[in-house]
């Protein structure tokens, strides 16, 4: 079974063709991290969606978004070179790039209001 799960950041927009018997496909890169620091990778991964979902969805995955992705992963070579590929299965569009945002900056957080717990509030369990 060949069934891998990624998370990261599309590289460029999707694009929508037609094969010639008239199938549509979208394909797009997906560039997911690994450790942190000086000792970061980032491996680029060549997206394919295809049917009615790839017409659907091409028009929703932009540069800078951050999208899960399931599917089926393979390699294929051309000039030498080595690329990974994934047969999307499942997509989730989980962020869009905001406007000014760095895009390995991370998202602003809120501090947890906290309050003063009075001696009646303390559950005796």
Same mark, same amino acid.
């Given at each position: 079974?060949?069934?891998?799960?990624?998370?990261?950041?599309?590289?460029?927009?999707?694009?929508?063709?037609?094969?010639?018997? /008239?199938?549509?496909?979208?394909?797009?890169?997906? =560039?997911?991290?690994?450790?942190? *620091? &000086? %000792? @970061?990778?980032?491996?680029?991964?060549?997206?394919?969606?295809?049917?009615?979902?790839?017409?659907?969805?091409?028009?929703?995955?932009?540069?800078?978004?951050?999208?899960?992705?399931?599917?089926?992963?393979?390699?294929?070579?051309?000039? /030498?070179?080595?690329?990974?590929?994934?047969?999307? =299965?499942?997509?989730?569009?989980? *962020? &869009? %790039? @905001?406007?000014?945002?760095?895009?390995?900056?991370?998202?602003?957080?809120?501090?947890?209001?906290?309050?003063?717990?009075?001696?009646?509030?303390?559950?005796?369990?």
């Amino acid at each position: 079974m060949n069934n891998c799960a990624f998370i990261g950041r599309v590289g460029k927009d999707a694009v929508l063709r037609h094969t010639q018997g /008239g199938d549509p496909v979208a394909g797009w890169s997906l =560039a997911t991290d690994a450790g942190y *620091g &000086e %000792k @970061k990778v980032t491996t680029w991964i060549d997206c394919s969606l295809w049917g009615k979902r790839a017409e659907k969805l091409a028009e929703f995955i932009k540069k800078g978004d951050r999208i899960a992705v399931v599917g089926e992963l393979s390699t294929r070579e051309h000039e /030498g070179k080595t690329y990974v590929t994934l047969k999307v =299965a499942e997509v989730t569009l989980l *962020g &869009e %790039k @905001k406007e000014g945002q760095r895009q390995d900056a991370p998202a602003p957080r809120s501090a947890p209001a906290t309050r003063e717990i009075e001696q009646d509030e303390i559950i005796p369990f």
